[in-house]
């Protein structure tokens, strides 16, 4: 009799913990798809500023999806700022943007989408201050 072992009631105790787990794994897997981190309702800006000198400067820009709003300082002739928004689950999708060129501060509208709907937009700004845009539905890629 010596070394035989009893492992039934020791395996017994581990299954409501393996049990518990899986009821958690599960859980998680339920939830997941409602999680706005994991889900595609980003909106994936690109600013790109095509002036055709190097002095000149996009300044004082904002873009707003919603209830998030991202600011910067100084977009120079030739670079390109990507951000990333993240909107309230039930707030508009449309992008409104704002800049000043030459002293003047000018407002754009991006098309406008459902709440809960993702997507990618480009905005080229000319030497002028005219935006040019191009958008698709998330999942997707502008490049």
């Known amino acids: 009799?010596?070394?035989?072992?009893?492992?039934g009631p020791r395996a017994v105790a581990r299954?409501?913990?393996?049990?518990?787990?899986?009821?958690?794994?599960?859980?998680?897997?339920?939830?997941?798809?409602?999680?706005r981190v994991?889900?595609?309702?980003?909106?994936?800006?690109?600013?790109?500023?095509?002036?055709?000198?190097?002095d000149r400067q996009l300044t004082d820009l904002t873009a707003v999806v919603g209830s998030d709003k991202y600011s910067w300082d100084v977009l120079h002739a030739g670079a390109v700022r990507n951000i990333n928004l993240l909107p309230g689950p039930?707030?508009?999708r449309q992008l409104l943007f704002s800049y000043t060129?030459?002293?003047?501060?000018r407002f754009w509208d991006g098309p406008k989408f459902d709440a809960g709907t993702g997507y990618e937009i480009e905005i080229a700004i000319?030497?002028?201050?005219?935006?040019?845009?191009?958008?698709c539905l998330l999942p997707c890629s502008l490049n």
């Open 90 to 92: 039930r707030d508009d």
């Open 15 to 35: 299954r409501p913990a393996l049990f518990a787990c899986a009821a958690i794994l599960l859980a998680v897997g339920l939830l997941a798809p409602g999680c």
């Open 126 to 135: 000319d030497g002028d201050g005219k935006v040019t845009s191009r958008h």
């Open 101 to 105: 060129l030459d002293g003047r501060q």
């Open 1 to 7: 009799m010596r070394g035989r072992r009893i492992t």
């Open 38 to 54: 994991w889900g595609n309702d980003v909106v994936k800006i690109t600013v790109k500023f095509a002036a055709s000198g190097p």
